[in-house]
């Protein structure tokens, strides 16, 4: 058993299942994902695992506390970040995160030692001392964080934690949640940035209709897509005017344009790419490049969910 114990979790609401017996663990210092759709049950999982639902069935234990028994008591482990700040916005960045820190407990002098730390750590020490409703986004995002974590605890809940901010302050905070699992804080994430979970995540959960699909470590995932062979062709003409020539010449393999002068081509089996090649040459058809391409965690998710990422990167962008 690890840190977090999940075992057959639902929630119903009404004749809608959010979560249908979702089973998983945590270990101890690893970063672990949720990725999957808006509604596939991400938010909902973590707001069981949280106490801030009750779970319709299942077991939920952390750090060996029932947690839907002792409630409270799990929740003395946990720092939690949700997709929304609920920090205040008259109060400036120290005196919020010396807020959260008394509700946790925490004598004055440590957790203002605490709060200035964490203001250096994250790179807000010069916003520290301004209302907290004139922050950039991104820097809200890291102060929320900051937050999270100001109470030392064991495992560190994240709910969509890059989205609708700015890359740099993405990445910013993609480092700072690999410092913290350096520091052996256990990480929970849930995000439908592919990317993002392939970046740093150790192991990783599809959920897709409120069931995970597949989890593993990414190199247990990519096996999935590890025995197909894919080549990137880069062509002197465009592609969508070459691909259903060469699918019909071509039945055995699967052929698509995804750029306008590149078409790629995969197949379970090694590729015989000289008779691609000549075949092209005779329709006066140059190629100025034929590449052997590694799947990604894009190829398995969509792979193994029936998915296509586009969807994912739709969402991303209409909640930034």
């Known amino acids: 058993m690890g840190i977090v114990s999940v075992r057959n979790l639902r929630k119903v609401y009404g004749d809608f299942t959010a979560v249908d017996g979702i089973s998983f663990d945590i270990e101890q210092g690893e970063i672990f994902g949720f990725l999957g759709p808006n509604g596939a049950g991400k938010t909902t999982t973590i707001n069981m695992l949280i106490g801030l639902a009750r779970p319709t069935g299942g077991t939920i234990f952390i750090d060996g506390i029932d947690g839907t028994r002792d409630t409270k008591k799990a929740q003395s482990t946990m720092g939690i970040v949700a997709d929304e700040s609920n920090l205040y916005d008259e109060m400036d960045g120290f005196d919020n995160l010396c807020f959260c820190a008394s509700l946790y407990g925490m004598r004055k002098d440590e957790r203002e030692k605490r709060a200035h730390e964490l203001l250096e750590w994250f790179g807000l020490k010069g916003a520290g001392e301004r209302p907290f409703r004139t922050w950039s986004k991104g820097m809200r995002r890291k102060l929320t964080i900051a937050a999270g974590i100001i109470h030392h605890p064991k495992i560190l809940f994240l709910d969509e934690p890059t989205t609708g901010i700015d890359v740099e302050s993405a990445r910013q905070i993609r480092s ?16 439908h940035y592919i990317e993002e979970a392939q970046r740093i995540c150790d192991r990783i959960a599809f959920i897709v209709n409120g069931r995970i699909v597949k989890s593993g470590t990414l190199e247990e995932l990519m096996e999935n897509a590890g025995h197909e062979h894919i080549i990137r062709l880069t062509l002197s003409n465009s592609a969508n005017g070459v691909t259903t020539d060469l699918q019909h010449r071509f039945p055995t393999l699967h052929i698509e344009a995804k750029e306008e002068n590149a078409c790629f081509i995969s197949s379970p089996e090694k590729i015989p790419l000289s008779p691609i090649l000549q075949y092209l040459d005779s329709k006066g058809i140059s190629v100025f490049e034929a590449k052997e391409m590694r799947p990604t965690l894009e190829d398995v998710f969509v792979k193994v969910t029936g998915i296509e990422a586009g969807k994912l990167h739709k969402e991303k962008e209409g909640k930034k």
Request: charged share 20%; aromatic share 6%.
């Open 176 to 191: 700072l949640i690999l410092d913290l699992k350096r520091q052996g804080t256990t990480v929970f994430l849930t995000t």
